[in-house]
């Protein structure tokens, strides 16, 4: 193999390494697990956009953020 084959390799697969580290990064980001005790409440730039209740939940990566965890347990 010449030095321009082992480079155009290298070159194309770090395209797709990074693209799969980019979408494991906004899967993570996206998913959230709510605790049966617990609902979360989610913020859209500073401002209420819903909240979550137990169970796998969905939500806008990079946009929406978990501001409040709150416990729903009896006292």
């Given at each position: 193999?010449?030095?321009?084959?082992?480079?155009?390799?290298?070159?194309?697969s770090?395209?797709?390494?990074?693209?799969a580290?980019?979408?494991?990064?906004v899967?993570?980001?996206?998913?959230?697990?709510?605790?049966?005790?617990?609902?979360?409440?989610?913020?859209?730039?500073?401002?209420?956009?819903?909240?979550?209740?137990?169970?796998?939940?969905?939500?806008?990566?990079?946009?929406?953020?978990?501001?409040?965890?709150?416990?729903?347990?009896?006292?």
């Open positions: 193999m010449t030095e321009d084959q082992i480079t155009s390799l290298v070159g194309s770090l395209a797709y390494i990074l693209g580290i980019l979408l494991i990064i899967i993570l980001k996206g998913v959230r697990i709510v605790p049966q005790s617990e609902k979360f409440v989610v913020e859209r730039f500073g401002r209420l956009k819903s909240v979550l209740g137990p169970g796998i939940n969905f939500i806008v990566p990079f946009l929406d953020v978990v501001r409040h965890k709150i416990s729903i347990l009896e006292r």
